[in-house]
């Protein structure tokens, strides 16, 4: 058996997980990261040392106020809420074995190769600085099936084979991630600091632009990346010049995924007694149905969304938490962008049985960005939104009205 203890071990946790998740009151199969998000902005205090534009984060209702960042933090395994352990080529966990506690990067056996996600349960490539195939400066294409080069050695279809064959980390499932797997290992504290929003200390040699084998579902001949800054945007999978890194990854939350994208979907999302809310069975987290400005009429979400500047979501949030007794607030940005639907190329990119009549447009996240631009200086004027005409996660001004769907976690 080529698997060996550490990731076999992982893999039956994870199973376990999602048997146990086969009905609207189990455990989520598909936890989500923190963002890493730990500091938090206001209005009249938008440029200067990072110190200066951060603000203690209680009773703001932003993301840093919420997640695993404040309530699970542990510096020794991953800043800011994240759970990584170091895997070496052998497949054996750091400390494991002939894998020592401290291993060093390298392409031996008992050498670093990998990273595993402990919130996840997905492993990651590591990227080296050897000038071979898994260095980080070695582009790929990521063509489709019936592309001239595809599964070539410089395509991404053919680095996946390589690595398969060599079983690194003990692994032969290897894969390109989907758009959603990458993103749940970006630290978005990181974001926009000329620095890579990984990190560093489980993902060394991390540079800016991340290969997806999530196609736009309006232009299959396109395909999402990951943006060093967090963002996600596609391109071209065949222009030429198009060579990006490839982090691969091993594991069952993406194959989960297209599973939930075949048949799934409508057993995902489980509507209240009152059907104006949904959970989302995968994630554990409550939606609204309907973006503030629209009403549940029994049948869909009626009247026109309205649009808000950041700080008024934000305040909306608490306003309508104060009112019902529910912990209503706006999602940061993995928790918006994980109801994201890629497969879908209707008008919104969302289950439209659980989110009737959701806009295209632009809805805010709770994730602000603090973004450099002078040595040790910092703008606080944008934040994090999440595009549902096509999927996009990018950043906007915060003072622009964008639209707003408020989540909460399951009592």
């Known amino acids: ?7 076999a071990a992982m893999a039956a946790a994870m199973a376990l997980v999602a048997t146990a998740s086969s ?23 938008t440029y200067g040392a990072l110190k200066a534009v951060s603000v203690p984060c209680r009773g703001t209702a932003q993301d840093g106020e919420f997640g695993r960042d404040v309530t699970r933090r542990k510096p020794s395994d991953g800043a800011a809420g994240f759970s990584f352990t170091r895997v070496c ?6 400390g494991q074995g002939a894998c020592s506690q401290h291993p060093a990067l390298g392409p031996g056996r008992n050498d670093w190769a990998c990273t595993q996600d402990q919130v996840t349960g997905l492993l990651w490539e590591v990227k080296t600085s050897d000038g071979g195939p898994r260095d980080a400066g070695t582009g790929y294409t990521n063509l489709r099936p019936g592309d001239l080069g595809y599964g070539s050695p410089t395509d991404a279809a053919g680095y996946v084979a390589a690595m398969n064959t060599e079983a690194m980390c003990g692994s032969r499932r290897w894969r390109v991630p989907q758009i959603d797997e990458l993103q749940s290992i970006v630290d978005f504290g990181l974001a926009w600091s000329f620095i890579a929003g990984i990190d560093p200390d489980f993902f060394p040699n991390s540079i800016t632009n991340f290969w997806s084998s999530t196609s736009n579902a309006w232009e299959p ?22 060579f990006l890194t490839v982090r691969l990854v091993s594991g069952e939350w993406g194959d989960a995924r297209r599973a ?17 809310e949904v959970l989302d069975t995968q994630t554990g987290l409550v939606w609204r149905r309907c973006a503030i400005g629209q009403t549940w009429n029994g049948l869909t979400c009626a009247g026109v969304a309205q649009r808000l500047d950041w700080f008024t979501a934000l305040a909306r949030g608490q306003l309508e938490a104060g009112q019902t007794g529910k912990a209503w607030r706006l999602p940061n940005v993995k928790e918006l962008s994980s109801i994201v639907d890629h497969t879908r190329s209707g008008t919104a990119l969302i289950d439209t049985q659980a989110f009737p009549a959701t806009s295209p447009d632009y809805f805010w996240t709770s994730t602000p960005l603090q973004i450099q631009g002078l040595p040790g200086r910092y703008s606080a004027t944008n934040g994090w939104y999440v595009r549902f005409g ?12 964008q639209l707003v769907r408020l989540v909460r976690n399951a009592d």
């Not at 058996?1 to 990731?7: G, K, L, N």
């Not at 996009?392 to 622009?400: E, I, K, T």
Request: glycine share 10%; aromatic share 12%.
């Open 1 to 7: 058996m080529y698997q060996p203890s550490f990731v």
């Open 23 to 45: 009905s609207a009151a189990a455990l989520p199969t598909r936890p989500l990261n923190d963002t890493g998000m730990t500091r938090c902005v206001d209005p009249y205090k």
């Open 89 to 94: 080529g052998s497949g054996e966990a750091a």
């Open 221 to 242: 001949d396109e395909s999402f990346y990951q943006q060093g800054s967090g963002g996600s945007v596609d391109l071209p999978r065949t222009s030429y010049g198009q």
């Open 260 to 276: 939930d994208a075949a048949r799934l979907s409508s057993v995902r999302f489980q509507p209240s007694a009152d059907a104006e």
């Open 390 to 401: 096509d999927g996009y996660v990018f950043q906007g001004y915060l003072s622009l009205p």
